[in-house]
């Protein structure tokens, strides 16, 4: 298995729902990651986690959580988001962190839509 | 922090012939340059990356070559087809810390 999956693919919630997208990795990858992408621009880093352990928060807002409850799963908790959080979310990971990034790999995204 | 500055920000080029990306990056402790293809409504692909110990690295049509005294690097496509046009981002990384910082990008299309 040499994927990233996310789940969902899209999704649609409103300001005040409280949602999660998924983010699941079995290629032993101890690094992995959460950007954020808006249309026609660069992905933007969020979070970094390394060896299950948040190692880089780019001064994300807290409606936004990470979660890593272990070496293959990565989650990001929505809660009370802003219709300018729409985007895509993409998770990535890394055979690990520092040089090179080793096996670096991006996963389809989850298409997120704030109304 | 690293900066990436990436140009054109869109090229049109004509089948067959080569395409051109450039990019300057800022901080010279960055050590690791990859270069991502990005098609419409896709996740973002490593299409072939460089090391700082080395000065260009090739991929069949694909090569991209570094200069580490003028902070630039390039990514050259030769012999395009149209399953080339998409989005590229140039990216650089610093060995001390996870990040990858991406360039805005460049909308390369491939006229038939």
């Known amino acids: 298995d040499t994927e990233v999956t996310q789940t969902p693919k899209h999704l649609v919630m409103g300001m005040t729902n409280k949602k999660s997208l998924k983010c699941e990795q079995h290629?032993?990858?101890?690094?992995m990651y959460w950007y954020k992408q808006k249309a026609k621009k660069p992905p933007e880093l969020m979070f970094v986690?390394?060896?299950?352990?948040?190692?880089i928060n780019e001064s994300v807002p807290s409606r936004f959580s990470p979660e890593c409850p272990n070496s293959s799963l990565l989650n990001l908790h929505l809660h009370a988001l802003q219709p300018e959080d729409s985007a895509l979310y993409l998770c990535?990971?890394?055979?690990?962190?520092?040089?090179?990034?080793?096996?670096?790999?991006f996963g389809s995204g989850t298409r997120l839509t704030v109304v | 922090g690293e900066n990436v500055e990436q140009h054109p920000s869109t090229l049109s080029v004509q089948e067959g012939d080569s395409a051109v990306i450039k990019c300057t990056y800022s901080d010279s402790a960055s050590n690791y340059f990859p270069w991502y293809k990005q098609e419409l409504g896709k996740r973002p692909q490593l299409i072939i990356d460089?090391?700082?110990?080395?000065g260009e690295k090739k991929d069949q049509r694909i090569a991209v070559t570094l200069n580490k005294t003028a902070k630039h690097f390039s990514l050259h496509i030769t012999e395009t087809q149209p399953e080339d046009s998409a989005v590229y981002f140039c990216?650089?990384?610093?060995?001390?810390?996870?990040?990858?910082?991406f360039g805005k990008g460049t909308r390369l299309h491939i006229l038939p």
């Open positions: 990216a650089a990384s610093m060995g001390r810390d996870d990040k990858i910082i």
């Open positions: 460089i090391r700082s110990n080395v």
């Open positions: 986690y390394s060896y299950e352990k948040l190692s």
């Open positions: 290629m032993g990858h101890r690094a």
């Open positions: 990535a990971s890394s055979f690990r962190t520092g040089p090179m990034k080793y096996g670096y790999t």
